[in-house]
T-cell receptor, first 114, second 113 residues
Protein backbone atom coordinates (compact mmCIF):
# COMPACT_ATOMS: atom_id res chain seq x y z
CA UNK A 1 0.00 0.00 0.00
CA UNK A 2 1.20 3.49 -0.79
CA UNK A 3 1.47 5.93 2.03
CA UNK A 4 3.56 8.04 4.36
CA UNK A 5 5.41 6.65 7.34
CA UNK A 6 6.85 8.61 10.24
CA UNK A 7 9.13 7.33 12.94
CA UNK A 8 9.36 7.14 15.79
CA UNK A 9 5.78 7.45 17.02
CA UNK A 10 6.98 8.87 20.34
CA UNK A 11 10.27 10.64 20.99
CA UNK A 12 11.73 12.03 24.17
CA UNK A 13 14.48 14.59 24.12
CA UNK A 14 16.63 16.03 26.83
CA UNK A 15 17.27 19.73 26.77
CA UNK A 16 20.26 20.61 24.61
CA UNK A 17 19.93 17.56 22.36
CA UNK A 18 19.27 17.48 18.66
CA UNK A 19 16.80 14.87 17.44
CA UNK A 20 15.79 13.78 13.96
CA UNK A 21 12.30 12.78 12.91
CA UNK A 22 11.94 10.49 9.94
CA UNK A 23 9.41 10.85 7.12
CA UNK A 24 9.24 8.46 4.15
CA UNK A 25 6.68 8.28 1.35
CA UNK A 26 6.19 5.76 -1.45
CA UNK A 27 3.53 7.75 -3.30
CA UNK A 28 6.04 9.14 -5.80
CA UNK A 29 5.05 12.64 -4.69
CA UNK A 30 7.29 15.57 -5.55
CA UNK A 31 6.36 17.88 -2.66
CA UNK A 32 6.80 17.19 1.04
CA UNK A 33 5.97 19.25 4.11
CA UNK A 34 6.57 19.38 7.85
CA UNK A 35 3.96 20.81 10.19
CA UNK A 36 3.80 21.31 13.90
CA UNK A 37 0.51 20.89 15.81
CA UNK A 38 -0.06 22.35 19.27
CA UNK A 39 -3.27 22.21 21.31
CA UNK A 40 -5.66 24.99 20.36
CA UNK A 41 -3.63 26.02 17.32
CA UNK A 42 -3.90 25.16 13.68
CA UNK A 43 -1.17 23.23 11.92
CA UNK A 44 1.83 25.48 11.32
CA UNK A 45 4.26 24.99 8.46
CA UNK A 46 7.89 24.43 9.42
CA UNK A 47 9.61 23.56 6.11
CA UNK A 48 8.59 22.36 2.70
CA UNK A 49 10.28 20.90 -0.34
CA UNK A 50 8.86 20.90 -3.84
CA UNK A 51 11.72 18.98 -5.44
CA UNK A 52 14.75 16.92 -4.48
CA UNK A 53 17.72 18.94 -3.20
CA UNK A 54 15.59 22.02 -2.66
CA UNK A 55 13.58 23.22 0.34
CA UNK A 56 12.16 26.45 1.76
CA UNK A 57 11.40 27.77 5.21
CA UNK A 58 7.82 27.86 6.35
CA UNK A 59 6.31 30.11 8.99
CA UNK A 60 8.15 28.71 12.02
CA UNK A 61 11.49 27.38 10.73
CA UNK A 62 13.69 28.74 13.53
CA UNK A 63 15.32 25.92 15.47
CA UNK A 64 14.62 23.31 12.80
CA UNK A 65 16.55 21.95 9.81
CA UNK A 66 15.71 19.58 6.95
CA UNK A 67 17.27 17.81 4.00
CA UNK A 68 15.83 16.37 0.80
CA UNK A 69 18.45 14.12 -0.73
CA UNK A 70 15.94 11.57 -2.00
CA UNK A 71 12.46 12.00 -3.37
CA UNK A 72 11.07 9.54 -0.83
CA UNK A 73 12.60 11.04 2.30
CA UNK A 74 12.33 14.37 4.12
CA UNK A 75 13.84 14.14 7.62
CA UNK A 76 13.36 16.94 10.14
CA UNK A 77 15.97 17.78 12.78
CA UNK A 78 14.82 19.59 15.89
CA UNK A 79 17.87 21.41 17.19
CA UNK A 80 18.69 22.66 20.66
CA UNK A 81 17.94 26.16 19.35
CA UNK A 82 14.22 25.32 19.29
CA UNK A 83 13.08 26.61 22.67
CA UNK A 84 9.70 24.93 22.87
CA UNK A 85 9.89 21.72 20.84
CA UNK A 86 7.26 19.68 22.67
CA UNK A 87 4.52 19.15 20.06
CA UNK A 88 2.96 16.74 17.59
CA UNK A 89 4.88 16.76 14.30
CA UNK A 90 3.18 15.87 11.03
CA UNK A 91 4.75 15.14 7.68
CA UNK A 92 2.72 15.48 4.49
CA UNK A 93 3.25 14.93 0.79
CA UNK A 94 1.60 16.17 -2.37
CA UNK A 95 1.75 14.97 -5.97
CA UNK A 96 2.90 18.29 -7.39
CA UNK A 97 2.46 22.02 -7.26
CA UNK A 98 -0.95 22.18 -8.88
CA UNK A 99 -3.77 23.86 -6.99
CA UNK A 100 -5.83 20.70 -7.46
CA UNK A 101 -3.70 18.36 -5.36
CA UNK A 102 -4.47 17.49 -1.79
CA UNK A 103 -1.86 16.90 0.87
CA UNK A 104 -1.68 13.46 2.46
CA UNK A 105 -0.45 13.17 6.03
CA UNK A 106 1.60 10.64 7.93
CA UNK A 107 0.63 9.30 11.36
CA UNK A 108 2.73 11.85 13.25
CA UNK A 109 5.52 11.88 15.83
CA UNK A 110 4.91 13.17 19.33
CA UNK A 111 8.04 14.84 20.70
CA UNK A 112 8.37 15.53 24.39
CA UNK A 113 11.21 17.45 26.01
CA UNK A 114 12.20 16.13 29.41
CA UNK B 1 -4.01 39.12 7.36
CA UNK B 2 -4.94 35.73 5.95
CA UNK B 3 -7.06 33.90 8.46
CA UNK B 4 -9.16 30.75 8.77
CA UNK B 5 -11.69 30.46 11.59
CA UNK B 6 -13.64 27.35 12.49
CA UNK B 7 -16.75 27.23 14.65
CA UNK B 8 -17.85 25.92 16.97
CA UNK B 9 -14.67 24.84 18.76
CA UNK B 10 -16.51 21.80 20.09
CA UNK B 11 -19.86 20.20 19.29
CA UNK B 12 -21.66 17.41 21.08
CA UNK B 13 -24.46 15.65 19.19
CA UNK B 14 -26.76 12.75 19.85
CA UNK B 15 -26.60 9.92 17.34
CA UNK B 16 -28.87 10.85 14.44
CA UNK B 17 -28.88 14.58 15.26
CA UNK B 18 -27.78 16.43 12.11
CA UNK B 19 -25.72 19.62 12.29
CA UNK B 20 -23.15 21.75 10.48
CA UNK B 21 -19.59 22.88 11.09
CA UNK B 22 -18.40 26.24 9.80
CA UNK B 23 -15.13 27.36 8.27
CA UNK B 24 -14.87 31.06 7.45
CA UNK B 25 -11.88 32.62 5.78
CA UNK B 26 -10.48 36.06 5.09
CA UNK B 27 -7.79 35.51 2.51
CA UNK B 28 -6.86 36.98 -0.82
CA UNK B 29 -6.22 34.66 -3.71
CA UNK B 30 -8.04 31.53 -2.60
CA UNK B 31 -7.01 28.48 -4.58
CA UNK B 32 -9.00 25.79 -2.85
CA UNK B 33 -10.50 24.81 0.47
CA UNK B 34 -9.81 21.45 2.06
CA UNK B 35 -11.55 19.46 4.78
CA UNK B 36 -9.75 16.86 6.85
CA UNK B 37 -10.77 14.51 9.66
CA UNK B 38 -8.31 13.88 12.49
CA UNK B 39 -8.64 11.16 15.11
CA UNK B 40 -6.80 11.57 18.44
CA UNK B 41 -3.07 10.94 18.14
CA UNK B 42 -3.22 10.41 14.36
CA UNK B 43 -2.52 12.37 11.22
CA UNK B 44 -5.32 14.19 9.36
CA UNK B 45 -7.27 12.18 6.80
CA UNK B 46 -8.31 13.97 3.61
CA UNK B 47 -12.07 14.36 3.05
CA UNK B 48 -12.89 17.00 0.40
CA UNK B 49 -11.51 19.72 -1.82
CA UNK B 50 -13.70 22.64 -2.95
CA UNK B 51 -12.56 25.21 -5.51
CA UNK B 52 -15.37 27.55 -6.41
CA UNK B 53 -18.39 29.13 -4.75
CA UNK B 54 -21.47 26.99 -5.12
CA UNK B 55 -19.52 23.75 -5.29
CA UNK B 56 -20.71 20.80 -3.17
CA UNK B 57 -19.17 17.41 -2.43
CA UNK B 58 -20.60 14.43 -0.55
CA UNK B 59 -19.20 11.35 1.12
CA UNK B 60 -21.45 9.07 3.14
CA UNK B 61 -22.99 11.24 5.90
CA UNK B 62 -20.82 14.27 5.11
CA UNK B 63 -21.52 17.09 2.66
CA UNK B 64 -19.23 20.06 2.12
CA UNK B 65 -20.33 23.34 0.56
CA UNK B 66 -18.48 26.53 -0.34
CA UNK B 67 -19.42 30.19 -0.63
CA UNK B 68 -17.18 33.18 -1.26
CA UNK B 69 -16.51 33.64 2.45
CA UNK B 70 -17.11 30.31 4.14
CA UNK B 71 -17.55 26.60 3.90
CA UNK B 72 -19.90 24.30 5.75
CA UNK B 73 -19.46 20.65 6.59
CA UNK B 74 -22.94 19.19 7.03
CA UNK B 75 -23.23 15.96 8.98
CA UNK B 76 -26.47 14.07 8.43
CA UNK B 77 -27.64 11.50 10.98
CA UNK B 78 -24.18 11.18 12.57
CA UNK B 79 -22.94 8.01 14.21
CA UNK B 80 -20.49 7.65 17.12
CA UNK B 81 -17.74 6.71 14.64
CA UNK B 82 -18.01 10.22 13.17
CA UNK B 83 -16.51 11.57 16.39
CA UNK B 84 -13.23 13.31 15.53
CA UNK B 85 -11.69 16.73 15.01
CA UNK B 86 -12.55 18.24 11.65
CA UNK B 87 -9.96 20.56 10.16
CA UNK B 88 -10.42 23.14 7.45
CA UNK B 89 -7.54 24.52 5.37
CA UNK B 90 -7.30 27.03 2.53
CA UNK B 91 -4.71 27.12 -0.21
CA UNK B 92 -3.41 30.55 -1.11
CA UNK B 93 -2.16 31.87 -4.40
CA UNK B 94 1.17 33.61 -4.03
CA UNK B 95 2.43 33.96 -7.57
CA UNK B 96 2.94 30.25 -7.99
CA UNK B 97 5.81 30.11 -5.52
CA UNK B 98 4.15 27.77 -3.07
CA UNK B 99 1.10 25.67 -2.40
CA UNK B 100 0.92 26.83 1.18
CA UNK B 101 -2.09 25.77 3.23
CA UNK B 102 -3.44 27.77 6.17
CA UNK B 103 -5.28 25.63 8.72
CA UNK B 104 -8.06 26.49 11.12
CA UNK B 105 -7.93 25.24 14.70
CA UNK B 106 -10.57 22.59 14.10
CA UNK B 107 -13.95 21.56 15.49
CA UNK B 108 -14.00 18.70 17.96
CA UNK B 109 -17.12 16.65 17.28
CA UNK B 110 -18.46 14.12 19.78
CA UNK B 111 -21.41 11.95 18.80
CA UNK B 112 -23.07 10.15 21.67
CA UNK B 113 -25.03 6.91 21.16
Amino acid sequence: DGGITQSPKYLFRKEGQNVTLSCEQNLNHDAMYWYRQDPGQGLRLIYYSQIVNDFQKGDIAEGYSVSREKKESFPLTVTSAQKNPTAFYLCASEAGTSDYNEQFFGPGTRLTVL
Amino acid sequence: EDQVTQSPEALRLQEGESSSLNCSYTVSGLRGLFWYRQDPGKGPEFLFTLYSAGEEKEKERLKATLTKKESFLHITAPKPEDSATYLCAVRLFRGGATNKLIFGTGTLLAVQP
